[in-house]
């Protein structure tokens, strides 16, 4: 039967954020596989995560992000639940990241809920006289709204962008798999955007 030797537990912790007893029962379910026992760490991880989304997160950092020359710049409020995770590198290069994202993508708001109401009826508005032009009835503009509305959110609403470094995730799904990895909540509490000219 195969023993999980310290090296192996050292390196899926590492690789998953995951406690040690966690990662020796892993790697001994997959007999040593590494790539298997990380997939199953990170699977248990995120359904962790999303237990973990309603917890009060009191402590964070603010990250912020200078484009080129300075005529663009972003900062973001990243909020956890202890100074630990607060003073952690991957929790600063993450802070980093989303300040990239707000520089570049350029967001309304965090999420559609957040979202400025009179901006969002003109859109919907908008969308309506759009698909009136071309020929649609009422009922047919009922079924197409909500999801020309979610596209809107992907552009405008920070959590529901593709992250620039990985567009087949969200930002919302970035921030999950950090709290999985930390094991703490994460949530954004503000970001703010600045351009010259």
Known sequence: MYKASSD??????????????????ALEEFEGDMAKAVDELRKKGLAKAAKRMDRETSVGRVCSYIHGEGSIGAMIQLNCETDFVA?????????????????????LAIAPEDLDKTVEEREIEVIKEQ??????????????LPGKLTKFYSEVCLLNQPFYKDDKKTVQE??????????????????????VG
């Open 8 to 25: 192996d537990i050292k390196k899926i912790r590492d690789m998953t954020g995951a406690g040690m007893m966690d990662c020796k029962k």
């Open 87 to 107: 003073r952690n590198e991957d929790f600063a290069e993450l802070g980093k990241a989303l300040a990239i994202q707000i520089a570049a993508m350029n967001p």
């Open 131 to 144: 698909l009136v032009s071309e020929g649609k009835k009422a009922d047919q503009i009922e079924k197409i």
């Open 174 to 195: 970035v921030i999950k798999d950090h709290i999985a990895k930390f094991g703490e909540n994460i949530t954004i509490g503000r970001f703010t955007r600045y351009q």
